[in-house]
């Protein structure tokens, strides 16, 4: 019996080499019949202990691939444990020149050929670059936005990487945090929407395809609930808050088929979420069935022994891999501790084995085995990079990101001939800013700028000045930005300018690159001396057009007061420019809704619009000086702009809202109708909003959530009736120990064009 046992195993183990051994060495499949989970079963059966903690190891790319390999240091012992096999996967080595020489290093010179993972940053985009995902977000258009991830996986593929560490699917309610720009705002149901339709669109109905990477939904969890909105700050949330605010898009993105998961930087209620077992292996592996693998952000397990939650970088090793992390990135901790640890008896080699099969059913379902070089096709990059429908998408995408925040007396849209027009502001003639952050695969000054845009677009005159710099260093992880303060010469000129134009249009807001990881920010006004330019301009001419290009919500309390027109265009990418453009002279009727709260006052913060109600929310003797209320003594309660707010160039009228029932229980499911028309002279695009209350409950609700979303397109005069349906899953909610649940009781339902509307009806859950 022993003899064949032992004659077994060889016998796999022949198959599986022919099978893993590069095309060089004559590759061979296994059978057709074998599935993947006996590839790595055969697999796992010959890797020695150090080759399976290699699997867990992710490393930057540290040379030029293509040129000599590194001499002495750091560099060097990693570029000989890539010759071992004990790498797993790199990061930021790009092109398909570049990919093929490093998987010809693991797949003809290891013992077992296993290929590499290639991970890199696409977040908005590859070489084409979409708006920023807030912006997208601003679109609530599901099926744009997963477009949008198409064509950066597809051009991220092209160029041999394989794996994206997107979505960001955090929520957050403090624009304070400069990575508010790379998720979708404040909203659970939102956040899950678009959670589904970015991994969708990363991964495709097929992994194996060469134009299709793996996605990463990160960074589980808590890390956009940030403390002061500071980067790498704790995070201290109750339970209520974590199972009902922060895990829903995470859950939705495992729905959604997401491969791989990110944890964070954050700790969360004590505990760095990249120890944290109750995460990571009780809801994330257990409770949602998850069978990919997760990685740590950069040297997260290491920043555990900084936090003071582990004594050594041994221990830190151990807590990491029992707690559910599977693979490091840039920490070296795994490489130098985790093998010891498992001979020494401190941490069982079956997590190991869990940790490299998960890894190994990714590169699996990739179809790396099958050929490594299957995404280093150069003539294929040639032809993905850049092509027109990319451009043709991500310009389709910038359009229905911008929002409409306000339009007095129509100053908008603009006439496109016999006007004179001033282009005033740092932003006016940007081609690298409107980029945005988070852009590595791109090249630099390669976005269509405002003034491009509108002198493309147009007859009218158009005379520019930038007046005042914005930053002077436009390098994306340097220490600081310096925004001028203190030269105020060109503002002369641009009111000189101003003083003749029919229209003047301010470009203001920020830089690309002040938002992002290491962003923070403690104010989020207009930064510099972009203020006092806006005012003085406003002195000699009030017909001006404010065009905010930003990476966060802003306060603009004095711009609100007293500018006509205010246009939110984000950083929108590499067609930012033609997008405005055809936005502000009417031939795209904006139709954006804001994704998060703008606040009047950065004292506000956080400020959101699913809060929950106080036990005194309103003067309890209005006209009375009575202070003993929830309410500021300098600022009003209510938001500046908020959630879900946007207008158009036409008008939308609802009316008509009919429920099927007005007692439903706690398993059937409720349909309602509203008549929406559009009452003004344009066609228009409308986001209808539907939104609940549950009135009293076990534990305390919020004001309103929004459930559901459509959107609709109606031409001048036209009506039509939408519906919605609503049953356990948009009225439970999770409990503090995290239980799904539907009570009894009575309700709300709002719907309308923001979440500040005010059409509503009623109806009752019961027993």
Known sequence: MKKIIVLSIAITSITLVSFIAPKSKKMQKLPPNDDIEKKIDSLLNLMTLEEKVGQMVQYNGFWDVTGPSPKGGNAEEKYEHLRKGWVGSMLTVRGTKEVRAVQKIVTEETRLGIPLIIGFDVIHGYKTLSPIPLAEAASWDLEAIKKSAEVAAAEAAASGINWTFAPMVDISRDPRWGRVMEGAGEDPYLGSKIAKARVTGFQGEDLSDPLTVAACAKH????????????????????????????????????AGARTFMTGFNELNGIPVTGNDYLLRDILKKEWGFDGFVISDWASIEEMLTWGYTKDRASTAVRAAEAGVDMDMEGNIYIE?????????????????????????????????????????????????GKPAHIEAVKDMAKKSIVLLKNENNLLPLKKKKQTIALIGPLADENNSPLGS??????????VSLKTGLEAYSKNKIEYTKCVELVSNDAQFTKELHI???????????V???????????????????????????????PGLQQQLLEEVYKVNKNIVLVLQNGRPLTINWADKHIPAIVEAWQLGSQSGHAIAEVLYGDYNPSGKLPMTFPRSVGQIPIYYNHKETGRP??????????????????????????????????????????????????????????????????????????????????????????????????????KTITFEVGPKELGFYNERGEYIVEPGDFKVFIGGSSQTSLEESFSIIE
């Open 337 to 385: 501790e985790l093998a010891n640890m498992v001979k020494n008896g401190k941490v069982k080699e079956v997590i190991i084995d869990d940790a490299v099969r998960r890894i190994l059913r990714v590169k699996f379902e990739l179809g790396l085995f099958e050929d490594p070089y299957k995404y280093c096709d150069p003539e294929r990059e040639k032809e993905v990079i």
């Open 496 to 526: 000189e300018i101003a003083k003749n134009a029919d229209v003047v249009i301010m470009a203001l807001g920020e830089h690309g690159f002040m938002t992002g990881e290491g962003r923070s920010r403690t104010n989020i006004d207009l």
């Open 484 to 494: 001028n303060t203190t030269d105020a010469t060109g503002i002369k000129e641009a």
């Open 618 to 719: 309103v003067d309890p003797a209005p006209g009375d000086e009575q202070v003993f209320w929830s309410h500021y003594i300098d600022e009003e309660n209510t938001p500046l702009y908020p959630f879900g707010f946007g207008l158009s160039y036409t008008q939308f009228n609802y009316k008509n809202l009919i429920l099927t029932k007005n007692e439903i229980k706690k398993d059937e499911k409720l349909s309602l109708s509203v008549q929406v028309s559009n009452t003004g002279d344009y066609d228009g695009r409308e986001v209808v909003q539907l939104y609940i209350r549950d009135l009293y409950g076990s534990i305390i609700r919020p004001v309103k959530e929004l459930k559901g979303f459509e959107l609709l397109n109606l031409k001048k005069g036209e009506t």
């Open 438 to 447: 988070w852009r590595l695969g791109s090249d630099d000054n390669t976005g």
């Open 220 to 255: 589980f969890a808590g890390y956009g609930f940030a403390e002061a909105g500071r980067e790498y700050n704790k995070a201290d949330i109750g339970t209520v808050t974590l199972h009902n605010m922060v895990l829903p898009p995470f859950k939705a993105s495992v729905e």
